[in-house]
């Protein structure tokens, strides 16, 4: 009953938007330069004071967002629901998190899906869990959305351990959006930070790289983020602070911003106020302030 109810055909009123609409016409660039201009004027509603406000601030954007969706099972609890449709609300919410994050002209999301440790759960939950993951993947609609949009689907993690109709409708996406530069969602399934930093190691040592010409820059490059920035901003929702083997490496200089709502229950004016944290803060890099 729980799943008919869950994978429902019906549409939730207010989340009719396909999975990741138009972003502008900016190309990808690398950069703190880049990361740090200011905000583009949100498409929400704003007094023209607000605007003049932010204008005068000359607000930072982060570039990069990593974003742990936590406490879909404890927000059905709290309602008396199956912790399987705090599952669907959370991916309901994802998909409107990102278009917030398109509006706002961040230019890549990197969402955790589904840890390492994940597998661990009840064998209904984690197969749950793998079918909404292939039912979002599989949605024709939103997919040549994303495509027609120029938006880049990249899964990362470990695929090998994913069903073979799931690993065959990654590739899918994938390959369908390879060459689209606009905007990049990376979706952690199977992922763990340390497993990442060792299956880079393991690529270098079987390449047979010499000990003197193994850098930071070279595992950095042989992790499954390869060619992206490193986060600028990394939002844990669900009220628990830490990185729970996520990102160890990419987010050694991250801003960390932690919120006590629940995932279905965080709104857009949420995210404003993370992006409003990051703004106020200076990021030095064991150096000088930049930006």
Known sequence: MVNKIIFS????????????????????AEGENVR?????????????????????????????????PDGNRRWAKKRG???????????????????????KRIKILTAFGFSTENWKRSKKEVNYLMKLFEKG?????????????GTRVKI?????????????MIKKVENLTKNNKKYQLNLAVSYGGRWDIVQAVQKIVKKKNPPRKITEDLISNYLTTAGLPEPDLIIRVGGEKR???????QGAY??????????????????????????????????????
Not at 54 to 63: I, L
Not at 254 to 266: T, V
Request: with cysteine; hydrophobic share 30%.
């Open 137 to 149: 993947l599989s949605n024709k609609k939103d997919m040549e959305e994303l495509h027609r949009e």
């Open 81 to 103: 629901l199956p912790s399987l449709q705090g599952h669907w609300q959370g991916y309901l919410n994802l998909k409107k998190f990102a278009k917030w994050c398109r509006d």
């Open 9 to 28: 055909k019906k549409r939730r009123k207010g989340v009719g938007e396909t999975l990741f609409p138009r972003l502008g016409k900016q190309a990808f």
């Open 36 to 68: 740090n201009r200011r905000f583009l004027r949100s498409e929400t509603k704003r007094t023209k004071g607000e605007r003049s406000s932010r204008r005068r601030e000359g607000v930072k954007r982060p570039y990069h967002i990593v974003l742990f």
């Open 254 to 291: 991250s801003e960390l911003y932690f919120s006590k709502k629940l995932w279905p229950d965080f709104t857009e004016e949420d995210l404003d106020e993370a992006l409003r944290d990051y703004a106020r803060r200076q990021r030095r890099f064991g150096g000088n302030a930049v930006g």
């Open 243 to 249: 990185l729970s083997n996520f990102v160890l490496w």
């Open 156 to 168: 990362i993690g470990q695929k090998e351990r994913l069903s073979k109709s799931l690993q065959k």
